[in-house]
């Protein structure tokens, strides 16, 4: 027997074993490719933050407008029948760069108003005849269905920032928005005005709300007429990973009290999206 042929020699059994344990690993679906980049961060080939944006556009491939979108009764509109002074005076309060701009209902959507706009009817003081229709931006109208990267792709590619989502029958559900969807990837986005934003809850129906993972336990009390223990937990996510005993993935459910908790985003860290449904009596 040659030296090529001798069984004592490993290189070819080295070689088709390495071509077999690539396949053997390669993953088959979203689930297993979690695991095989959450294995590379074990292994220090990742570090945490890139693993937690890993997973965040992961999840966003599954999640849906719905999920995430301002509802209609949170959203700052201005009414086009305004006057110059009666606007700024709105959008100073709201301190919002993007509005939109409303008929007689909110169903009634004309456009969409950047603050920056105003910046030349402002300017121009001896402008009486101001009209909002003449600044306003075409408002670009999306399902609640629609999935969080096929809109990340949209507003890449139309420059837009901001959607109006509409329900089924063709009513306005709410607003969605880019930072909306990029805070899904890389986490929350404060800025110069994110301090005094009241939007750890937001009410999506009579039964349902989006709550933030973070919501301060004393905050989820007083929205919801609850008396969880905030020495067990300072945030309602905090109080949610208790229940679980792991870290639960998205559509993962749990009961505390009367609520049902869904999970509508999570990484390998931490939850950060969750859906509270109140069980009617």
């Known amino acids: 027997m040659s030296d090529d042929q001798s069984p004592l020699d ?19 679906d979203t689930k297993s490719l979690l695991e095989l980049i959450r294995n590379a961060e074990q292994d220090k080939v990742l570090d945490a933050d890139a693993l937690s944006i890993i997973e965040g556009a992961l999840q966003v491939s599954s999640m849906q407008v719905r999920d ?39 169903d009634n959507v004309v456009g969409i108003l950047l603050a920056k706009d105003l910046l030349a009817a402002m300017l121009n003081q001896s402008n009486t005849r101001f009209d909002i229709k003449d ?15 096929v809109l990340l792709k949209e507003f890449r590619e139309t420059r837009q920032h901001m959607a109006i989502v509409i329900d089924e029958y063709g009513n306005v559900g709410g607003v969605v928005t880019i930072e909306d969807v990029l805070e899904q990837i890389v986490g929350e986005i404060e800025d110069e005005h994110d301090v005094d934003d ?12 989006i709550v933030k993972a973070l919501t301060p336990i004393d905050e989820f009390n007083e929205y919801f007429s609850t008396d969880f223990n905030e020495q067990e937990s300072a945030t309602i996510g905090g109080l949610v990973l208790q229940r679980f005993r792991h870290i639960p993935e998205r559509d993962e459910t749990t009961r505390i009290g009367n609520f049902t908790i869904t999970i509508l985003n999570a990484d390998s860290r931490q939850i950060k999206l969750l859906k509270v449904t109140t069980e009617t009596e």
């Not at 490993?10 to 396949?23: E, G, M, Q």
């Not at 979108?69 to 305004?82: A, E, F, G, K, Y």
């Open 198 to 209: 009241d939007s750890f809850i937001k009410k999506f129906d009579e039964h349902n709300h």
């Open 10 to 28: 490993p290189r070819p059994k080295s070689w088709i074993d390495k071509i077999a344990h690539y396949f053997s690993d390669e993953p088959t």
């Open 68 to 106: 995430i979108m301002i509802p209609r009764t949170q959203v700052v509109t201005v009414p086009s029948d305004l006057g110059l002074n009666e606007i700024i005076e709105l959008i100073t309060k709201a301190s919002h760069s993007r509005f939109p701009v409303i008929g007689e209902t909110i």
């Open 135 to 149: 600044v306003v931006r075409p408002a670009t109208f999306v399902p609640e269905s629609k999935r969080l990267n």
